[in-house]
């Protein structure tokens, strides 16, 4: 993982001193490492000197909060501004005075467009409408076989005919107004932006089917490159909204930035796995603290939720951020977690604890180690570290088949982290 | 370099590198920065072992598994390696071990079919690991040179998954067959998460090249020069469209050459 935002900023604000405004130097050292993070959460160059050339123009002159220091206050900013980015209206679906409303599906090869437009299908019907799809995707061997069993899966029916995909469109819609379908859903080749005649061809499916709604389905872990496949698709297309696919990765997602800011249009839904209710709203704040490298909270109690029962995860959390979290407490929540992922992603997304795993090496092999330790403990020892002293180090360590220095080590790194988990109690970005 | 995808670190390594150089007076003009620049990408780049394993004295299969994230281009991958090993004049099976996605079976079916490669599929929803064992021990007792597994997309952040495909890479060997090649395919479009999902499918089954795809596009693909030289994993090969033909090997000067091509 890379080095979290806050471990970065930890080190600038170091050497600022705390003056009443910013200054310009302040600013940019701190834009320096925010342009940074940025760029490594794969936010295009261009669109990276343009956001924080307008965060610079606000908070140069600033007045510094004395909540925070400067650092805070300029992070603050620039999360506020991503939100902004990334949110501004949502997009609300309306439908078409003559059904069928169509949607079309457009995208880069492997973005995810036929599953996409399953989960699409899948949510209008559960809007009460009743959609069907039309396989346009005549390229890719088995992509209407494909849509076809999505299709079965939820109860849709899917139209495909052979031959050519602006036809096999345009007779699509004459179909769903055959049989009444409302809602068209019409999923496409993957196609490259640079790739003139299937950029024509897309505009001639567009053209043939008239859509209400032109969607781009985009990889959150596409790089920079993104910019150039929005521009093109846009300028082919008009897109009316974007669908980030892939967000149940550790990619941190800049490019749905770049995008927003190429193209203008909201991202409507945000697609986080393989299955078909995998669909979501897009949650402009959540990305913003998981571009920014903030460590995305809310990720992390989601996922937990799939684990735990819903207070408790509430309570864990809670109990993370006010250090009131036992040794005990951690036990359990090694169970879970490891359910939840590789340790290190997990943990990583909690702001500050990047540089403090990077001591503790913290492995899954180590989890089974920590967990030994921990059971080797009297319940008293857990609830309060302290306590153990030579000869009971001496005792759990035998009893967990490991050495002192193990033992010594765990109860040193919990409780740093308990104190850090305290600080950061205060800097979690606000609902 | 940034927007090649390169990343901050290996930029400011290389940029520094740079600088260093013109300190000590190495490089005097302002045309000479450039060149000297590819050139010294490119020689990072030099000595790696850029071909396919084949072990011909083995007498059982070689195993050539392809793994990576969903939509990197695994199936056409594979289906362009077959058609390349098949010209070559060995004897190729298909082993189709992404048992998860809608129709992919069917998909490496028709690949299959073009190719000319033989193919062992499973039911749907079937154990990836046992496909592929059935895969190697049919091409073995059929004496056959090279089984190509093919495996289901996942995300490097699933554990669940990322085990799953451990276990695959260890049952393709209980077979009689041996994995010589565990091939990482990235799509050129792919940026700093390159880095991770090399290094996590590496940890889980010992990759020894990337394939990098979709280098047609617009997208440089510079992340793979990370994974070079940071995890010293090879690009074998480069995807260069959607045609069965379109595979070529990893050339680091042209790949150089096109960062810098604007």
């Known amino acids: 993982m890379f080095e979290s935002l806050s471990d970065r900023l930890g080190a600038v604000v170091g050497k600022l001193r705390n003056r009443g405004r910013l200054s310009e130097a302040d600013v940019d050292e701190i834009l320096g490492e925010i342009r940074t993070a940025l760029l490594e959460a794969d936010v295009n160059v261009t669109v990276v000197r343009n956001v924080l050339a307008r965060i610079r123009e606000k908070s140069v002159g600033e007045a510094i909060s004395k909540a925070l220091d400067p650092a805070q206050q300029v992070v603050k900013t620039v999360h506020a501004e991503l939100i902004a980015l990334l949110g501004g209206e949502t997009l609300k679906i309306t439908y078409a005075s003559q059904p069928p409303t169509v949607v079309l599906m457009a995208g880069l090869q492997g973005s995810g467009k036929t599953t996409s437009a399953a989960k699409l299908a899948a949510w209008f019907k559960k809007q009460g409408r009743q959609p069907m799809l039309v396989g346009a995707d005549l390229q890719r061997p088995a992509a209407v076989e494909q849509l076809k069993v999505l299709g079965a899966q939820i109860g849709v029916p899917v139209f495909s005919a052979p ?15 055959r049989v009444g379908r409302n809602v068209l ?15 024509q061809q897309v505009r001639q499916i567009s053209d043939a089917v008239q859509p209400r709604y032109t969607f781009l389905v985009v990889d959150a872990m596409t790089g920079q490159d993104a910019v150039t496949v929005a521009e093109a698709f846009n300028t082919t297309l008009a897109i009316d909204g974007v669908i980030l ?17 190429v193209i203008g249009k909201p991202i409507a839904f945000a697609a986080t796995g393989e299955k078909i209710d995998a669909f979501e709203q897009f949650h402009p704040d959540r990305m913003a603290g998981r571009i920014l490298g903030m460590g995305d909270m809310l990720t992390l109690i989601e996922q937990a939720e799939q684990v735990f029962e819903k207070d408790e995860a509430e309570k864990a959390a809670k109990k993370l951020a006010t250090g009131k979290f036992t040794l005990d407490d951690f036990l359990e929540q090694l ?7 590789p340790l290190q ?36 020892e857990r609830e309060d570290p302290s306590i153990i002293n030579g000869s009971r180090r001496t005792r759990i360590a035998k009893g967990s088949g490991t050495q002192v220095q193990d033992v010594n080590r765990l109860v040193k790194q919990f409780a740093e982290m308990q104190k850090m988990m305290k600080r950061f109690g205060g800097r979690l970005p606000s609902r | 370099m940034l927007r090649a995808d390169l990343g901050v670190k290996v930029t400011t390594a290389l940029l520094e590198s740079l600088r260093e150089r013109v300190k000590r007076r190495d490089i005097s003009d302002s045309s000479a920065l450039v060149q000297a620049l590819r050139a010294d990408m490119t020689a990072r780049l030099a000595g790696a072992r850029r071909g396919l394993d084949f072990d011909a004295a083995r007498g059982t299969p070689n195993i050539w598994m392809m793994v990576g994230v969903n939509g990197a281009g695994k199936t056409t991958s594979l289906a362009k390696i077959a058609a390349q090993q098949i010209a070559l004049g060995r004897s190729v099976m298909m082993a189709a071990g992404d048992t998860f996605r809608a ?26 690991s046992s496909v592929v064992f059935d895969g190697v021990q049919s091409a073995a ?10 495996t289901a997309g996942r995300l490097q952040t699933n554990t669940n998954l990322m085990d799953e495909l451990r276990k695959v890479r260890r049952v393709a060997e209980k077979a009689a067959g041996v994995v010589t090649e565990v091939l990482l395919v990235i799509d050129a479009t792919t940026g700093q998460n390159g880095l991770v999902q090399a290094r996590q499918f590496a940890e889980a089954t010992q990759v020894t090249g990337v394939v990098l795809t979709k280098l047609d596009g617009s997208a440089k693909g510079g992340i793979v020069f990370a994974i070079e030289t940071e995890l010293g994993i090879p690009v074998k090969l480069v995807g260069l469209g959607e045609t069965v033909d379109d595979l070529a090997p990893f050339d680091p000067q042209q790949f150089v050459d096109a960062l810098f091509d604007e």
Not at chain 1, 351 to 374: F, W
Request: glycine fraction near 12%.
């Open chain 1, 163 to 177: 031959g050519d995909p602006v036809e096999t469109a345009r007779l699509g819609l004459e179909e769903a107004r």
């Open chain 1, 185 to 199: 859903i019409v999923d496409t080749a993957g196609r490259l932006a640079i790739d003139e005649e299937m950029m």
């Open chain 1, 345 to 380: 992603n997990v943990l990583g997304m909690l702001p500050g604890v990047g540089a403090q795993l990077k001591d503790a090496e913290v492995s899954d092999d180590q989890v089974r180690r920590t967990e030994a330790i921990i059971r080797s403990m009297t319940l008293e």
């Open chain 2, 141 to 150: 007792s059929r004496g056959m040179d090279l089984v190509l597994a093919d």
């Open chain 1, 335 to 341: 169970q879970q977690l490891k359910k939840m992922g």
């Open chain 1, 245 to 261: 696919s892939k967000l149940d990765g550790d990619a941190r997602g800049g490019a749905a930035l770049s995008v927003k800011e």
């Open chain 2, 103 to 128: 129709a992919a079976g069917e998909q490496l079916e028709t690949w299959a079919t073009r190719t000319g490669a033989s193919i062992v599929r499973g039911a749907e929803g079937a154990d990836p």
